[in-house]
């Protein structure tokens, strides 16, 4: 049955009030309510307010109505108990099939809203086959969407659930690549990559790794023709307005050129430091931690926060040991640029 939220949709119509209760919402919007938890003067003050709220909305409240999930649209094996228990938290979801296999892996901050959005998907064809396929529904809590992040992207490569490979952006599909050129200058390509490749770093599509490389280029000051960027045999474009100091020419040395190339390849590798990367854990008293050792990626827990503020060594002691890749790399350095709140924790080398 379709229903619409009257105080989720005030919130957003008429955002800034103090409350959204029916008493102090009606008074601060000039609603007449005279006997609150009466139930006809409660009805009446609703019915004003849903007046105001249609009126005020230019769609007609069309994208704030909402529908119940269906049970006679979805596998008859589903137990719906499954999606009930799930919390609306940060974590990991998994569909099974009625054989027991593992269909589609996603993560979400709000699981339990993103489950219901694939058990109400009547958008795609592959969402409607992919709803009907799914008879049972696991999930698990991971309180940092980082470690969601990774963990998903983990589980993906190693099951390779048949509706993930159906998604373009659910995995790392394009790599950057660095080789040296006969006069001695690094110079970088994107293309796709595959499983032998060992890219410096990896994106989710190509136009995602191209405007990360114009950054780069901008920011560590390299040729554009070095990151086939340009092929103009006169010089790249940034050389004609001097923001390139010419080695697509000849003018700097490969040397001079390489050292800033260098750079690049530091803080892709987090300049080899030793790390620990803390966020929100599964509960109020929990931290969770990412272990970056050297510049690489070597694991992820859950410890009590207060352990890790006493000594930052005692994280070993909860560790989940993990090998690093190059898709992990770039999850952890493009969650660290997103997400202000991580905290960093120096450690020894």
Not at 232 to 252: P, Q, T, W
Request: glycine residues 4%.
């Amino acid at each position: 049955m379709d229903h619409l939220d009257t105080v989720q949709t005030t919130k957003i119509l008429f955002p800034g009030y103090k409350s959204y209760g029916l008493k102090n919402i009606t008074r601060d919007l000039g609603i007449e309510l005279t006997k609150h938890h009466r139930a006809i003067d409660d009805t009446k003050a609703t019915a004003l307010l849903f007046n105001m709220l249609f009126e005020k909305d230019s769609q007609n409240l069309q994208s704030f109505i909402r529908q119940e999930i269906n049970p006679a649209a979805l596998n008859p094996k589903l137990k719906l108990e499954q999606f009930d228990d799930v919390p609306n938290k940060t974590g990991v979801y998994k569909f099974y099939n009625e054989n027991g296999e593992l269909i589609y892996i996603g993560k979400s901050i709000h699981i339990k809203k993103r489950i219901e959005q694939h058990l109400k998907n009547t958008k795609t064809q592959k969402g409607l086959e992919m709803r009907l396929k799914i008879a049972a529904i696991d999930h698990e809590l991971t309180g940092s969407e980082l470690i969601a992040l990774l963990k998903e992207s983990e589980e993906i490569k190693t099951h390779k659930p048949i509706y993930n490979r159906a998604q373009k952006n659910s995995v790392f599909s394009h790599g950057l690549f660095i080789h040296e050129d006969q006069a001695g200058y690094k110079r970088f390509t994107i293309k796709k990559t595959t499983s032998n490749d060992q890219p410096v770093t990896t994106f989710t599509s190509s136009a995602n790794a191209k405007a990360m490389l114009e950054y780069w280029v901008s920011e560590y000051q390299l040729c554009q023709k070095m990151c086939n960027q340009h092929d103009d045999v006169n010089g790249c474009f940034n050389y004609s307005i001097k923001k390139c100091e010419g080695a697509c020419v000849g003018a700097e040395s490969p040397e001079q050129y390489n050292q800033r190339v260098e750079q690049l390849l530091n803080y892709l590798n987090f300049n080899s430091s030793s790390f620990l990367i803390l966020d929100k854990g599964r509960n109020s008293k929990e931290s969770s931690f990412v272990w970056i050792h050297q510049g690489q990626y070597r694991g992820y827990g859950f410890a009590f926060r207060y352990l890790i503020k006493r000594d930052s060594k005692n994280f070993k002691k909860f560790l989940i040991p993990q090998t690093t890749n190059r898709d992990f790399q770039s999850i952890i350095r493009m969650q660290m640029e997103r997400d202000e709140k991580l905290e960093l924790i120096q450690l020894d080398q």
